[in-house]
């Protein structure tokens, strides 16, 4: 047994974390004191705690990606759950994304980082292909004809950001190089 140095209850030991530079080696207040408190301050400090999180992420992005995916794969049912939830609540998104893709099977949460409306001007104004000039101008008759790309590509640290995206042709799109190799290439394409 342990009293609480916040609540000042006596509780088992399976109630307080583990602190090694403690003699005990248990923190000094339990897990109920501790969540409280932790939880108070991240509204108290809400900027400073997305930038210490951003911060994380930045540092630590495989370790982050690869707790998700595992999350993912043990939690299907309970992530489709949840993304159906958010599609019910959401439908003028989900009509955006459509319009966008034009029916294309793609993820419902790749558009999220970016303005959907900018996505659309963008369409709008892409007269050419970039890469190799060829006239866009069918994209109603053939949604095929053109892709969204990455100049910066996602699997090399490229950002899915205003100034990273551009449409391409598809046969571009296809045929351009995804391992990274050709990136200065890529930037100034």
Not at 90 to 111: A, C, D, F, H, L
Not at 120 to 133: A, H
Not at 134 to 158: E, F, V
Request: glycine share 4%; with cysteine; aromatic share 8%.
């Amino acid at each position: 047994m342990k009293i609480c140095s916040k609540c000042k209850t006596s509780k088992e030991e399976n109630c307080f974390n583990k602190c090694k530079s403690n003699k005990d080696g248990l923190m000094n207040y339990c897990k109920d004191c501790q969540h409280f408190y932790t939880k108070n301050w991240k509204k108290q400090n809400y900027e400073q705690h997305k930038k210490l999180n951003k911060k994380y992420y930045d540092n630590n992005i495989d370790k982050v990606k690869e707790r998700i995916n595992n999350y993912k794969r043990q939690n299907k049912e309970k992530v489709l759950k949840s993304l159906r939830e958010w599609a019910k609540k959401n439908p003028e998104k989900i009509k955006i994304y459509r319009k966008i893709s034009k029916g294309k099977r793609r993820s419902v949460y790749k558009i999220t980082d970016i303005d959907s409306s900018f996505l659309i001007k963008l369409k709008e104004e892409t007269k050419n292909c970039p890469k190799c000039g060829n006239s866009l101008n069918d994209i109603d008759k053939s949604p095929d004809q053109y892709n969204l790309d990455h100049i910066i590509p996602l699997n090399i640290g490229g950002k899915h950001s205003k100034d990273n995206v551009r449409y391409i042709c598809r046969k571009c799109n296809i045929n351009r190089p995804k391992n990274g190799k050709d990136v200065m290439e890529l930037i100034n394409a």
